[in-house]
């Protein structure tokens, strides 16, 4: 049988089932009926156009640097040597960077509020999916006052690929949060990896949201829902339009304590993590390569028949205990 990609509505009453199951199987899925104003995603995504079709000198003015990570990117992915065929913006909840255009500071700001409304349902519905009782506990982790929420627009241009012929838009990676949530345009390119290493293309939708799990909702799950691994490849001729898509990630408080929930674990459960602080964690990961298990140093159960963070992810979910 075919893979596909999970498609779950967020109105029908056995969507938290579906995301559940979602989650564990693909960690990830696209969302419909989700509720998001088509007018405020159309005009950040009109204003990051307008903003990245500026002479490069004008969006130097905005860039991140290692003293200041907020803000324009371009080819550079983190600090360790991993680059793609990517120009992007980087914000924070609330955008400070008064460099940037006037209007586009306005639409970041707008699409961060809506954006935040969905993925708080979404999170819900994922603590709901797994019998949780407190079904606002990953919500709470992430839209308090000093969590860690970021919102990244991507970028990938013709004019990158010409200089790079056949480079990868965007590494193999997963991402270090409890959840991202992503809105593309209609230019494919994103792929997933399945749990035996195959690379699943996902058709793109305009209408549609995807949600990733990240590495912290696969510890603090214990495995139940697993962290995907991703990646964007760099659509090659001459006819080919550019890919934008608009990331949030929801992270928790620098403070927060990240360990597998004990009201998720059964007494003959095997926890498979460590603990670690989030603010230490996304500093590590930071200070990785990319594609990097960054889980990997956490496992407290040994995995000694692992040859690449694929199978790693494999054999952990294939030794879990789930509950009844």
Same mark, same amino acid.
């Given at each position: =049988?075919?893979?596909?990609?999970?498609?779950?509505?967020?109105?029908?009453?056995? &969507? !938290?089932?579906?995301?559940?199951?979602?989650?564990?199987?693909?960690?990830?899925?696209?969302?419909?009926?989700?509720? =998001?104003?088509?007018?405020?995603?159309?005009?950040?995504?009109?204003? /990051?156009?307008?903003?990245?079709?500026?002479?490069?000198?004008?969006?130097?003015?905005? &860039?991140?640097? %290692?003293?200041?990570?907020?803000?324009?990117?371009?080819?550079?992915?983190?600090?360790?040597?991993?680059?793609?065929?990517?120009?992007?913006? #980087?914000?924070?909840?609330?955008?400070?960077?008064?460099?940037?255009?006037?209007?586009?500071?306005?639409?970041? @700001?707008? +699409?961060?509020?809506?954006?935040?409304?969905?993925?708080?349902?979404?999170?819900?519905? =994922? /603590?709901?999916?797994?019998?949780?009782?407190?079904?606002?506990?990953?919500?709470?982790?992430?839209?308090?006052?000093?969590? @860690?929420?970021? %919102?990244?627009?991507?970028?990938?241009?013709?004019?990158?690929?010409?200089?790079?012929?056949?480079?990868?838009?965007?590494?193999?990676?997963?991402?270090?949060?409890?959840?991202?949530?992503?809105?593309?345009?209609?230019?494919?390119?994103?792929?997933?990896? #399945? #749990?035996?290493?195959?690379?699943?293309?996902? /058709?793109?939708?305009?209408?549609?949201?995807?949600?990733?799990?990240?590495?912290?909702?696969?510890? %603090?799950?214990?495995?139940? +829902?697993?962290?995907?691994?991703?990646?964007?490849?760099?659509?090659?001729?001459?006819?080919?339009?550019?890919?934008?898509? =608009?990331? +949030?990630?929801?992270?928790? !408080?620098?403070?927060?304590?990240?360990?597998?929930?004990?009201?998720?674990?059964?007494?003959?459960?095997?926890?498979?993590?460590?603990?670690?602080?989030?603010?230490? +964690?996304?500093?590590?990961?930071?200070?990785?390569?990319?594609? $990097?298990?960054?889980?990997?140093?956490?496992?407290?159960?040994?995995? $000694?028949?692992?040859?690449?963070?694929?199978?790693?992810?494999?054999?952990?979910?294939?030794?879990?205990?789930?509950?009844?």
């Amino acid at each position: =049988m075919e893979a596909s990609i999970p498609v779950i509505d967020l109105l029908s009453p056995g &969507s !938290a089932g579906a995301i559940a199951d979602a989650c564990g199987s693909h960690g990830f899925f696209k969302a419909v009926n989700h509720g =998001m104003d088509v007018g405020i995603v159309e005009t950040l995504e009109a204003e /990051a156009r307008s903003f990245f079709a500026l002479p490069e000198g004008d969006k130097l003015s905005s &860039s991140a640097d %290692l003293s200041k990570p907020l803000g324009y990117g371009c080819r550079s992915i983190g600090t360790n040597g991993d680059v793609g065929s990517v120009e992007y913006l #980087l914000v924070s909840t609330v955008n400070s960077n008064s460099t940037m255009p006037i209007a586009l500071c306005n639409a970041l @700001d707008e +699409y961060m509020r809506i954006v935040q409304e969905v993925a708080g349902r979404v999170l819900v519905l =994922m /603590a709901e999916g797994l019998g949780m009782k407190d079904t606002d506990v990953f919500r709470g982790m992430v839209q308090r006052n000093d969590s @860690d929420e970021l %919102l990244r627009v991507n970028h990938y241009p013709h004019s990158l690929r010409l200089e790079a012929p056949g480079s990868t838009g965007f590494g193999e990676h997963t991402d270090p949060q409890l959840m991202s949530l992503l809105r593309s345009n209609s230019v494919s390119g994103l792929q997933i990896a #399945l #749990l035996d290493g195959t690379w699943l293309p996902v /058709a793109p939708d305009a209408e549609s949201i995807f949600i990733n799990v990240g590495d912290v909702m696969q510890v %603090l799950t214990n495995g139940r +829902y697993r962290s995907v691994r991703h990646r964007v490849v760099a659509q090659a001729g001459e006819g080919v339009l550019s890919r934008l898509s =608009m990331v +949030y990630f929801g992270g928790p !408080a620098p403070t927060e304590w990240i360990v597998p929930m004990p009201n998720l674990l059964q007494p003959q459960d095997t926890i498979f993590y460590k603990g670690f602080w989030w603010g230490d +964690y996304k500093t590590a990961a930071g200070r990785t390569k990319l594609a $990097a298990c960054r889980l990997e140093p956490f496992l407290l159960h040994q995995l $000694a028949a692992r040859e690449t963070p694929q199978s790693a992810t494999v054999l952990l979910l294939n030794t879990t205990t789930t509950p009844e």
